[in-house]
């Protein structure tokens, strides 16, 4: 028997409140209150940029269709395109940030760091285990930043003063994955460039249902160095 595959569906930043600002935090228990256990049960493309930070508990969570297994301090990164699949049946706890991606454009270009900051984000893994002292860090700057939503006036200073505790929080991230990658052994950083063509394939070609002798045959890499970047990179 067949297994039905689903066919992703769009999501896109939809808060009225806060379109103007195109940032927005939410505690996942409100996640599941506000959309619903059958919306998070299929897959979805999402076409916003999202930041999750478990700070109690573990679950797993599917981007690209790999699985990744989070517990307190991991931090997931997707970035707008590509396909996730909550799942939410075990007790967890953590912090979603979603950005509508000309908020994050319009901060960038005003400080004139865009390309900057913008390659930074493109070698970010999907998933990382943040040490204590650093996920500490970041817990301040979520806290700041759903302190400074919460008071949100639709006034152009707010819009500014948001939009800037996120490009400090983003920043702080780029400059971790900088400190870590100079730690990473040079086999390390070749499977995740692996990784990184191998997910950008499977983005254009995921509605074709390519199976894994297609990507590496499309790519020129064994299924085993397929098999073990992709293993390296998102467990």
């Not at 500014?160 to 990473?184: E, G």
Request: proline share 4%; aromatic share 8%; charged share 25%.
């Amino acid at each position: 028997m067949s297994r039905r595959l689903h066919t992703p569906k769009e999501v896109r930043f939809a808060n009225p409140r806060l379109k103007r600002v195109g940032i927005e935090l939410l505690h996942l228990a409100e996640l599941k209150g506000r959309v619903g256990e059958r919306h998070l049960a299929t897959p979805e493309r999402a076409e916003f940029i999202m930041l999750l930070l478990v700070t109690d508990g573990s679950l797993r969570h599917t981007v690209d269709f790999v699985d990744v297994h989070l517990a307190s301090g991991s931090l997931i990164y997707v970035h707008p395109g590509q396909v996730q699949h909550w799942h939410l049946e075990s007790p967890v706890q953590g912090c979603l940030v979603m950005i509508d991606p000309p908020a994050l454009l319009d901060v960038v270009n005003r400080l004139d760091r865009r390309a900057t900051l913008q390659a930074a984000m493109e070698d970010w893994p999907v998933h990382v285990n943040l040490d204590d002292a650093f996920a500490d860090d970041i817990k301040l700057d979520l806290y700041r930043l759903a302190r400074d939503i919460k008071d949100y006036d639709k006034t152009e200073n707010d819009v500014i003063l948001i939009r800037q505790v996120l490009f400090t929080l983003m920043l702080r991230i780029a400059r971790w994955h900088r400190n870590r990658s100079d730690d990473v052994p040079q086999s390390e950083v070749s499977s995740l460039n692996v990784y990184r063509l191998f997910r950008r394939e499977l983005e254009q070609k995921f509605r074709e249902h390519w199976t894994i002798s297609q990507y590496s045959q499309r790519l020129g890499f064994s299924k085993s160095t397929l098999n073990r970047a992709c293993h390296a990179a998102a467990g």
